[in-house]
Antibody, heavy 116, light 107 residues
Framework: EVQLVQSGAEVKKPGESLRISCKGS????????ISWVRQKPGKGLEWMGR????????TYSPSFQGHVSISVDKSTSTAYLQWSSLNAADTAIYYC?????????WGRGTMVTVSS | DIQMTQSPSSLSASIGHRVTITCQAS??????LNWYQQKPGKAPNLLIY???NLATGVPLRFSGGGSGTYFTLTINNLQPEDIAVYYC??????????FGQGTKLEI
């Protein structure tokens, strides 16, 4: 079974750093892109950026460029989404999804809460 | 950037009826359009890819159409389990995967 298993919920303070993960299984991890999608409470879906695992090549939405970093560890089939300094506006559910063109498999999401 | 506009933002329909959701792109995206269903508290799920192709396991009462800038998602014989928010998404520009704002379907 093709799966993306995401790390658990996080509660952080403004200014703190964070890395969340997304582990793929059941498919050739390096053959498909991984994207991250943000969903703020009660709001719609926002594409943040993607990584091509075979080359670790990243593409970011202009809305998120410079604020987050996407990386991958091919040896463990795991993708990461990282912040160096969180703020309250980062409170959201973050989904990873596997794709070439259509986002065909999704993780269950990681809830990130940023509050002082 | 390509903008995606869905209509309506919300709708209410009865069991057994047909509903149609539209999605308009700000420029020609050929058939590079996907539809997703998100049920409450769940991750999104791919319904339709390349504008009109049903994803694996999706009931035949769902169908997609359109090309260029205008697209539709139709649900025939509406069922209670179809309560969800539906999103269109373009991938014409592979450096950006824009979603529509979503359509909330209530029964």
């Amino acid at each position: 079974e093709v799966q993306l298993v995401q790390s658990g919920a996080e509660v952080k303070k403004p200014g703190e750093s964070l890395r969340i993960s997304c582990k793929g299984s059941g498919y050739s991890f390096s053959s498909f892109w991984i994207s991250w999608v943000r969903q703020k409470p009660g709001k719609g879906l926002e594409w943040m950026g993607r990584i091509e695992p075979s080359a670790s090549q990243t593409t970011y939405s202009p809305s998120f460029q410079g604020h987050v970093s996407i990386s991958v560890d091919k040896s463990t089939s795991t993708a990461y989404l990282q912040w160096s300094s969180l703020n309250a506006a980062d409170t959201a559910i973050y989904y990873c999804t596997k794709h070439l063109y259509a986002f065909d498999v999704w993780g269950r999401g990681t809830m990130v809460t940023v509050s002082s | 950037d390509i903008q995606m506009t869905q209509s309506p933002s919300s709708l209410s329909a009865s069991i057994g009826h047909r509903v149609t959701i539209t999605c308009q792109a700000s420029q020609d995206i050929s058939n590079y359009l996907n539809w997703y269903q998100q049920k409450p508290g769940k991750a999104p799920n791919l319904l339709i890819y390349d504008a009109s192709n049903l994803a694996t396991g999706v009931p035949l009462r769902f169908s997609g159409g359109g090309s260029g800038t205008y697209f539709t998602l139709t649900i025939n014989n509406l069922q209670p389990e179809d309560i969800a928010v539906y999103y269109c998404q373009q991938y014409n520009n592979l450096a950006s995967y824009t979603f529509g704002q979503g359509t909330k379907l209530e029964i």
